[in-house]
């Protein structure tokens, strides 16, 4: 028999604050292979194994120990968590981290405030294993890399429309929380890592970043905890004033163009065979892009034609008024918008009241209006 395991309470690792109840976790974890042969290792040496996600035995590192060219990557079109997922994944387990293109001004601000060292940009994926954060959407997959070389994906969103069609058995971990960083501060602290000042900052950036300062609804309690662990790691006593001003820097659209704005936060998805993309722009200065809404519009046209996709979505999301006002770029895509959002058409959009989150509001509502149209 080649090893036994032996499970106490003690497995069933509490949530450390008070009496926040427990939220549905769910956790995936296909490679179990390489945390077996961890698993054996450790009980041939008589060690006790706590708890069986690869927890004290880091399976993920002794994975990546036998790759030797291995790099963390975020979706196209990198955001403070994504940017955060590779750093902290690649602090935690190895490999490097690296950004498919340059950050945008919200992350740039938060590694400049972070004293952080800004992970360089990587588009040439050859002879490279490659770690996926905060996304598992083939439609969001950096080009040039092949699934083959994927080893293991960390995020937080739904499998959706589209997901990678990975042909090995490999690492997935997600879970429904705020986001990819609270999961890896997890992570850290499962396996006993502290982490450096610079990466507590980012992290913490990170969660404040996806969950609007902990208001939106993807909010969960890990993501409140791990801000308040992250916070005091990192030697950060206002929390808000540091939320506040990285939504500030992110407010600041002044500079971009309208195609810029458009695609600063875009994702592509795929919704009953339909190509869909969804861009946000968050900002405490919602009136300021309003005003350029037909310059958005135009954009969003032009751009949708370009790529050849059959849907496109811009919702400029008032952080401040917890609202979004969702445009497009043609009478198909406005029947779209009414469909998924109701209401009516005014001033040339429609706006949605206490709708802040692409990944809980916005993106779910229009993946079930394209469905429903296709269901006809
Ligand atoms: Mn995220």
Redesign the pocket.
Known sequence: MPFSLRFSKGDVRPLRVGRAPLIAICVLILGISGFASSLANASEQGQSVARANGAQVNYLKKLIESHENMIWMGHIIP?T??LAGSMLAAYLHGGRSGVPSPLNPESRFVIDKCDADEPSVVDDFSNMTVGLV?FNQSTQLPAGISTGNILAIID?HAIGGSPLNIADVISIEIRPWG??ATILADQAELLGVKLPKTLACVGMAAILS?TVNLTSPTTTEYDKIYVQKLAQQAGIDDVDAFANSMLLAKSDLSGLSATDIVLLDYKDFEFAGQKVGIGVAETLTADELITRRYQLKSAIEAQKKASGIDHLIFAIVDTRDQKSYILWGDAKDEKLALSAFGGTVKDDMVVTDGTISRKSQIGPAIQKAVEAEAAK
């Open positions: 955001d968590d994504s905060d937080h986001s990819t996806d």
